[in-house]
């Protein structure tokens, strides 16, 4: 038995590692700047950029898509009559709309990618579209302040709304015929989901980086990152599911004007694969310091 002393010193102890922990837990990814502008480097284009590419399997048996009942709204049940859910989208053992970016790495000459808010071809704009009643595409990327043209293609009102973490909630009505929203998240984030208040089945991500280096699997699971100078990076593939996805993660080497190769596996199989693991992020433990 404890006595009554030491359960108060436990107390004390559990309360002043709540305060530890929550002090650790400011976001740090971001543009950092409270005036909007990007911190860091401008990187200038070398002529000696390589790629990174690779297909993304999916192991085992795909579960079957989900035909959606859209009887709450009749324009979405005539526009489209054989909607399906979208959370994953396998063809021949591949995986379309896996989310491959460049985490972190150094550059041959030992900067780092973060040190670096401009990029050439930066992606200026991107586009999501509400048309029969489903999101297109259902997962997009973007980099940070990209203006996201939002459009509503459906006779019916939709209402867009992005629920991300480290960004500002956003939740706006769209009806029928109205002029396209536009919306920029400033702070990096993978990935923001995107719901539709007025249909509970419409669902897409959005993807904020603060540098280019990102791709969308295709419909058969290739990718391909452009414009990457030569290093050695570590490339996550990010695909949906549960409550934040699910990560794969694997080591590349970009040699000057070359290729770095990537491949990644999700799917029942996909923890034997030998050049891929479960993201398993750091966990920062409250530590007590004695002063
Ligand atoms: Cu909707």
Same mark, same amino acid.
């Not at 509970?200 to 990718?223: C, L, N, T």
């Given at each position: ?7 108060? /010193?436990?107390?004390? &102890? ?7 922990? !929550? ?20 990187? #200038? !284009? ?7 590419? *690779?297909?993304?399997?999916? +192991? ?9 009942? #859209? ?30 970016? &460049?985490?972190? *790495?150094?550059?041959? @000459? ?8 401009? /990029?050439? +071809? ?14 297109? $595409? =259902? ?15 459906? $006779? ?13 909630? /956003? ?11 536009? =919306?920029?998240? !400033? ?36 990718? #391909? &990152?452009?414009?990457?100078? %030569? ?6 593939? /990010? ?15 970009? $040699? ?6 990537? @491949? ?9 694969? %030998?050049?891929?693991? %479960? ?6 433990? %409250?530590?007590? =310091?004695?002063?």
């Amino acid at each position: 038995m404890l006595s009554k002393k030491a359960r108060l /010193w436990l107390g004390i &102890i559990a309360a002043l590692s709540l305060l530890s922990l !929550a002090s650790s837990c400011t976001p740090k990814e971001g543009d950092g700047g409270d005036d909007g502008k990007p911190e860091g480097k401008t990187y #200038t !284009a070398k002529g000696n950029e390589g790629t990174i590419s *690779g297909v993304i399997a999916y +192991n085992g048996t795909a579960p079957e898509a989900k035909k959606i009942d #859209t009887s709450a709204d009749a324009a979405c049940t005539s526009k489209s009559p054989n909607l399906a859910t979208e959370d994953l989208i396998v063809k021949d053992g591949k995986l379309a709309n896996a989310y491959v970016y &460049i985490k972190d *790495g150094t550059l041959a @000459d030992g900067t780092k990618i973060g040190d670096y808010a401009t /990029w050439p +071809n930066m992606p200026a704009a991107a586009t999501l579209d509400q048309n029969g009643c489903h999101y297109q $595409p =259902h997962v997009i990327g973007v980099v940070v302040n990209e203006p996201i043209t939002i459009k509503n293609s459906d $006779p019916t009102t939709h209402n867009i709304h992005f629920t991300p973490k480290s960004n500002p909630d /956003w939740n706006q009505s769209q009806p029928n015929g109205a002029a396209p929203l536009t =919306h920029k998240l !400033a702070r990096a984030e993978v990935l923001v989901p995107v719901k539709c208040n007025q249909h509970p089945w419409m669902k897409s991500y959005v993807a904020v980086s603060k540098h280019p280096f990102f791709a969308i699997s295709a419909a058969d699971g290739s990718y #391909t &990152i452009s414009g990457v100078p %030569p290093g050695k990076y570590t490339v996550v593939a /990010w695909h949906e599911g549960g409550a934040n996805g699910t990560e794969q993660k694997m080591e590349v080497t970009v $040699p000057a004007s070359g290729a770095g190769k990537a @491949d990644f596996a999700f799917g029942a199989a996909a923890m034997g694969q %030998p050049s891929s693991w %479960p993201v398993i992020e750091a966990i920062e433990f %409250p530590t007590l =310091h004695n002063h």
